[in-house]
């Protein structure tokens, strides 16, 4: 198409100073949003099919090469390690010289340099017995396939690059029982590129991915510097999910991945209110450590960063609108507060708003014909209730029946959705 040709010539006009490089931006992204959806679909599929053709070379390399590994000497295993590396730095610079528009290009080709250089650190750790653990080799990849994530501005090595910090900082907390400062480093350095690929109009499925991944990095991270377990680090939770339910609201227009942040903050809420409607549940928060120091602070800091955003969200957000979860934070602190001397109270409240919100998402569903919304309705109403059952000692016949009164449920909505959405 005509407009390929424009983009293709973007990097030299800007390299003459007929346009600036935020002009270039703005062309780029007006015919990202105005590519039809087959346009967009094509573009989509041949990006996979870039990853997964460097991908299925890189392994097959990997396979030749280690078939006669053996017969080579240690400066030629050095030398086959690094090989890759430089084929991939190589065909990166091509790329950013020659294909700047091209994301198929640019994705596989920053694919296949991240995983080369995860494989000559292990190799190399290997031949000259470097020691160290798997955490270690995770830090060092993770940094150096850093810059791919800026420039070519890889998403899948950013969604990878995502994966590694975020497992590094479990195996420091869990075997090496330290707290994983390097996470944070890491998170901070990738901020930047993560909130511009969230805002990313051009790539919206980009945008998703990288939305979710980052946020449940978060998640995950802030959690692993808790030291302790107890009912007030539930609120904190709820606090951290609330916060990632308002990420439409907290700027002017919805960036496009502020959605898959919400949808992680709104499974985190609805998580929590399943933990406070089981007794054995609350009943074992009661009994948990006291708060230290350092865990009160991080909670508090939860619970007033979440109490900011929300006041600022109200200039673009009514109270309750889109939903009442961002709200539900206050709910589950009042729940959590309420266990301490009342938790079959907190337990019977926690299941009576589950089903309230099951019921108001089957409502909404209902009306706008969404399958989605009907069927997380029913689930949320579902879950709860055989949850009960396996709590309680009940016949089979019981869970049974109750099974089979959940699934007609399910299949009598569904029929009837399907049904409205046919055109008549």
Not at 224 to 234: K, R
Not at 270 to 286: A, E, F, K, Q, T
């Amino acid at each position: 198409m005509a407009h390929d040709a424009l983009l293709a010539e973007l990097p030299d006009l800007v390299a003459r100073g007929l346009i600036t490089a935020d002009q270039a931006e703005r062309i780029r992204a007006h015919y990202a949003t105005t590519a039809q959806p087959d346009d967009r679909r094509h573009q989509r599929m041949s990006a996979v099919l870039g990853i997964v053709g460097a991908t299925l070379f890189g392994l097959g390399l990997v396979l030749v090469v280690a078939h006669n590994w053996s017969d080579f000497s240690r400066p030629v295993r050095t030398l086959l390690a690094f090989a890759p590396v430089l084929v991939g730095q190589g065909l990166v610079a091509f790329g950013l010289w020659r294909r700047p528009a091209r994301t198929v290009w640019n994705e596989g080709a920053s694919v296949f340099l991240a995983a080369a250089v995860g494989a000559c650190l292990a190799i190399v750790a290997q031949l000259y017995n470097l020691g160290g653990d798997l955490s270690d080799l995770l830090l060092t990849w993770a940094v150096l396939i850093l810059g791919l994530c800026y420039v070519p501005g890889s998403a899948v090595v950013g969604l990878g690059y995502l994966a590694l910090i975020t497992w590094q900082a479990v195996l420091v907390r869990t075997e090496q029982d330290s707290m994983p400062w390097a996470w944070a480093l890491l998170l901070a350095a990738f901020l930047p590129v993560a909130l511009r690929r969230i805002a990313d109009e051009g790539r919206r499925v980009a945008a998703g991915w990288t939305g979710s991944l980052l946020a449940l990095s978060i998640a995950v991270g802030v959690h692993l510097f808790l030291s302790t377990w107890n009912v007030f680090i539930l609120a904190g939770t709820a606090a951290l999910a609330s916060l990632f339910a308002m990420a439409p609201w907290c700027t002017a227009a919805p960036a496009p991945g502020s959605k898959a942040v919400r949808g992680v903050g709104e499974v985190m809420l609805i998580g929590l209110l399943l933990m406070l409607g089981s007794w054995p549940v609350v009943d074992g928060m009661r009994a948990g450590d006291r708060l230290t120091v350092a865990t009160g602070t991080l909670v508090a800091v939860l619970v007033l960063g979440a109490v900011g955003v929300y006041a600022l969200v109200l200039r673009r957000r009514r109270p309750f609108q889109g939903g009442p979860l961002p709200e539900g934070f206050v709910g589950i602190a009042l729940l959590c507060g309420l266990s301490m001397v009342a938790p079959w109270l907190t337990a019977l409240l926690a299941n009576l708003l589950t089903l309230a919100l099951g019921v108001w998402h089957v409502r909404e569903g209902t009306h706008a014909t969404s399958l989605r919304r009907t069927n997380l309705g029913l689930l949320l109403i579902a879950v709860p209730v055989l949850w009960r059952f396996f709590e309680v000692d009940l016949s089979f016949v019981w869970r049974g029946l109750a099974f089979m009164a959940i699934g007609a449920a399910f299949l009598l909505l569904n029929l009837r959705l399907l049904r409205a959405r046919k055109p008549h």
